[in-house]
């Protein structure tokens, strides 16, 4: 079974349009997203439209669920203290400009999704499976990727909230960060889509990265009132 995976949005409908095409063109039989579809860039109600008029499923994130239930934090971690402040500007932003029905859909989204594939058990989540604001990267030792492995009870994780994608066996367990369609930070500003082909005795992962008008949505976040900061972080992958 092949399936795509669309990590953290952000608001960002170009990037959106370009990953989803991607995965269509990958013949892929089921498309998630593993939520955070507001935040850093002002196409939050877009993005909400886009996902239900294409029927993709996918997860709550911690920036859904702040901004859903008016809470006064997203939840994320800062770098620095200008980084905390533009965030909170920009939490403050797609709160005030979340239409109700887009509230309603974050709201309503479910923390986790779980199926099976050729007797393995996929899970799908936004961060961790207890969790959805801790951050997962690659460097965790591995005694903590099993630990996540086990209260997943699942032998193939599927999350994001990072926003670098990252692929990792440890046994017969597979974990996959899917990275960020719409704010990937790892240093490249391309979009990113992750197809995952699960075989009865393989899991084939491909990051996607593709171009796409990040000048356009750059602009966009300026003329919203979101500070331009992120703009400049778009244009840098960062
Ligand atoms: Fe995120």
Redesign the pocket.
């Known amino acids: 079974m092949k399936i795509a995976i669309l990590g953290?949005i952000?608001g960002n409908i170009e990037a959106l349009r370009t990953a989803y095409d991607a995965a269509v063109s990958n013949n892929v039989e089921k498309i998630y997203h593993l939520g955070?579809l507001g935040g850093y860039a002002p196409f939050v109600n877009e993005v909400v439209d886009f996902l239900i008029e294409h029927q993709i499923e996918g997860v709550q994130?911690n920036?859904d669920d702040a901004v859903a239930n008016g809470k006064e934090h997203c939840g994320?971690k800062y770098e620095d203290p200008v980084q905390a402040e533009m965030a909170t500007m920009s939490f403050e932003w797609t709160k005030g400009h979340a239409t109700q029905k887009s509230k309603d859909y974050m709201k309503c989204l479910p923390f986790d999704i779980e199926f099976s594939v050729h007797d393995k058990k996929v899970k799908i989540f936004h961060a961790t499976p207890l969790k959805n604001n801790l951050y997962w990267h690659n460097d965790r030792d591995e005694d903590f990727f099993l630990h996540m492995a086990r209260k997943a009870d699942a032998d193939i994780m599927i999350y994001?909230?990072t926003?670098i994608p990252y692929r990792k066996n440890i046994g017969n367990k597979v974990f996959i960060n899917a990275g960020?369609v719409g704010?990937p930070k790892d240093g490249d500003a391309r979009t990113c889509a992750c197809i995952a082909d699960i075989t009865p005795d393989n899991v084939k992962t491909e990051f996607l990265r593709i171009p796409y008008d990040v000048e356009k949505v750059a602009s966009a976040i300026i003329e919203s009132g979101i500070p331009s900061y992120f703009a400049e972080r778009l244009r840098q992958g960062k």
Request: proline residues 0%.
């Open positions: 953290d952000h955070d994130g920036y994320c994001g909230h926003h960020s704010k």
